[in-house]
Each structure stands twice: as C-alpha cells, then as structure tokens.
C-alpha cells in the first residue's frame, strides 16, 4: 500500500485555501477502518547562550544555557475515510481522497532563520 499527499499549491498565505488529495494505491484487498490527514503548524525556537566568569583568584568557569519553545500554532484533522460496513475492504486499485482546508486569515508564513522557524505540514 502506497500514499502520497498531492496540493495544488505550495505556496500559500492566510485566508488562501489548501486544496489537494490523497493518493493511495492498495496492491491487495485491506481493511481499512480510516483514513486521517493531519494538518500542523508549530513554531520552534531553540538557542543556547554561554558566558564565562572568573573568580577572585582567576579561575574561570563556563555556564551553558539551553533554550527551546514549541509552540502548537495549528492542528486540524480530517477524516478522509471510514470503513462503511464491519466486512468492507478497499479492493485493490488507485483511490483519491480530495481535502479542502481554509487557511486562517491571520497564519503566520512559514519562517526559518537562526534560533527559530514556523513550519507547517500534513501527514
């Protein structure tokens, strides 16, 4: 069994709309009881900073501090499938699911520079 995430669009800003489809191929009868897509947004942000000081009688020491933040920005799931009946099974062939997910307004762009990005994804 095979799946691919197919958009329309990989260049978006908010308020646009995420269009595109689930390609899976099934190469024997399964069953299925979902199908799920997943879309995230996180920011993450991670830094260290280091200083080093000496005491009165010359000794230095170097103190090392780790920073790091994930913050969740988006997650919306959607269901693609369900399994219709207790003995159904996706028969063998190449099925599109279509999704259609409407961007808030006010969704920071994706971002990576130094310490921090923003990134989102489907899965």
Same mark, same amino acid.
């Given at each position: 069994?095979?799946?691919?995430?197919?958009?329309?669009?990989?260049?978006? +800003?908010?308020?646009?709309?995420?269009?595109?489809?689930?390609?899976?191929?099934?190469?024997?009868?399964?069953? #299925?009881?979902?199908?799920?897509?997943?879309?995230?947004?996180?920011?993450?942000?991670?830094?260290?900073?280091?200083?080093?000081?000496?005491?009165?009688?010359?000794?230095?020491?170097?103190?090392?501090?780790?920073?790091?933040?994930?913050?969740?920005?988006?997650? #919306?799931?959607?269901?693609?499938?369900? +399994?219709?009946?207790?003995?159904?099974?996706? *028969?063998?062939?190449?099925?599109?699911?279509?999704?259609?997910?409407?961007?808030?307004?006010?969704?920071? &762009?994706?971002? *990576?520079?130094? &310490?921090? *990005?923003?990134?989102?994804?489907?899965?």
């Amino acid at each position: 069994m095979g799946v691919d995430i197919v958009v329309e669009s990989e260049v978006l +800003r908010g308020g646009d709309l995420l269009r595109g489809y689930l390609n899976v191929v099934v190469d024997k009868p399964r069953k #299925v009881n979902r199908i799920t897509l997943d879309w995230r947004g996180i920011e993450y942000t991670h830094w260290t900073e280091t200083r080093t000081s000496t005491d009165h009688k010359g000794r230095t020491t170097t103190h090392t501090t780790t920073y790091s933040s994930t913050i969740k920005l988006v997650h #919306v799931p959607l269901e693609l499938y369900t +399994r219709g009946g207790r003995d159904e099974k996706l *028969q063998p062939g190449v099925y599109k699911f279509p999704f259609c997910i409407e961007l808030e307004p006010a969704l920071m &762009p994706t971002y *990576q520079d130094g &310490p921090g *990005q923003i990134k989102y994804e489907l899965r």
